[in-house]
């Protein structure tokens, strides 16, 4: 009987401590979904906030925050300042990562295929058809590239994975730049379209000769096949943690307006060339204060101790300065 009543004690604390959880809900970017939902269950037990956070896209994100249907939106791609102040809303960085090129092909390992920016551009333009073309057998004159057709692949969905992959064509290519551009849906000039990373991944996988872009943390978790890419300084780089720091390091915090920093084709001869900052949008006029302020509790949370879980995941931490700027900002935007 003394056991029984000490189970159920037992019990009752728990289920105390779980109805003692503050629930947030967010949605939108699938770049940092994975370490969302890490910081997510780590929150839930050390700050008692529970995370409910749908990854549908940047696009979706951005539509959600300004229907007021989640307590936060995310997007890697920043939104535009005037439909930040026409929706009354504050754009902060929360993380960094990298976009990486995934490749299908027979007998070829992960970081052994070369490619550049030009080449991918030709390649999604439709100019590049097969994988044997004399541009990509000379970049790799180490092993004998197949005569199978290339099968781009891109995302379906208002994507801000897509934004930055397209970020970086238009970077490369003045021609992309006109004829395409970059935004979180673009009119893509040849492939073949799939929904989220796990879309894109999958068609890949199940294409021989396929090539898509995916975040750099779905990759690596996933064990996908990716390419090296030749940086602005014309070395070759693989997407490793140091060349994403490399990249991260030169942005220009200081003067970029809403947090919106371009890290993209960023110059050293280490740096990965696809590095962007992911946002949370905040409601500057929040319908309930008290959720609010635990959104505000969940991010603090994650810029004080969750940098060990972002790297775990091959993401990049914000620097410190970034956070406190952040941080001041959210305090002067939203009461």
Do not use: C, H
Not at 50 to 73: K, P
Not at 288 to 293: G, K, V
Not at 309 to 333: F, M, N, Q, R
């Amino acid at each position: 009987m003394r056991l029984a009543a000490t189970a159920l004690a037992l019990g009752l604390g728990v289920f105390a401590f779980a109805a003692q959880a503050q629930q947030i809900t967010g949605a939108g970017a699938t770049f940092p979904a994975p370490v969302y939902t890490k910081w997510g269950e780590a929150a839930k037990a050390a700050a008692g906030l529970e995370l409910n956070y749908q990854a549908i896209g940047s696009g979706g994100g951005q539509n959600q925050i300004l229907n007021r249907t989640v307590d936060f939106g995310a997007s890697d791609a920043p939104m535009d300042p005037a439909k930040l102040e026409s929706g009354k809303l504050l754009q902060l960085p929360t993380v960094m990562g990298a976009v990486v090129p995934i490749v299908n092909l027979p007998g070829i390992a992960s970081n052994q295929l070369k490619l550049t920016g030009p080449l991918l551009t030709e390649i999604y333009a439709g100019k590049i058809v097969k994988w044997n073309d004399p541009k990509l057998v000379e970049l790799n004159p180490g092993f004998a590239l197949p005569n199978l057709a290339i099968a781009p692949v891109y995302r379906a969905d208002g994507s801000g994975t897509t934004f930055v992959f397209a970020s970086y064509l238009s970077a490369v290519s003045p021609e992309w730049k006109e004829k395409v551009g970059a935004a979180t849906s673009v009119k893509w000039p040849a492939g073949t379209g799939s929904k989220g990373n796990d879309g894109v991944s999958a068609t890949v996988a199940n294409l021989k000769g396929a090539i898509g872009y995916v975040e750099n943390a779905f990759a690596s978790q996933n064990k996908l096949t990716t390419a090296q890419l030749r940086n602005r300084d014309g070395k070759f780089v693989s997407p490793t943690e140091a060349a994403f720091v490399a990249a991260a390091s030169n942005g220009d915090w200081a003067n970029a307006k809403n947090f919106a920093v371009n890290l993209i084709d960023q110059a050293g001869a280490a740096s990965w060339p696809i590095v962007s900052a992911t946002f949370i949008l905040l409601p500057k006029d929040p319908k309930d204060p008290a959720r609010s302020a635990n959104v505000r509790k969940f991010f603090e949370w994650a810029y004080k101790s969750g940098d060990a879980i972002a790297k775990g995941l091959d993401y990049i931490a914000l620097p410190a300065a970034v956070k406190e700027a952040a941080l001041k900002t959210w305090s002067a935007e939203i009461k």
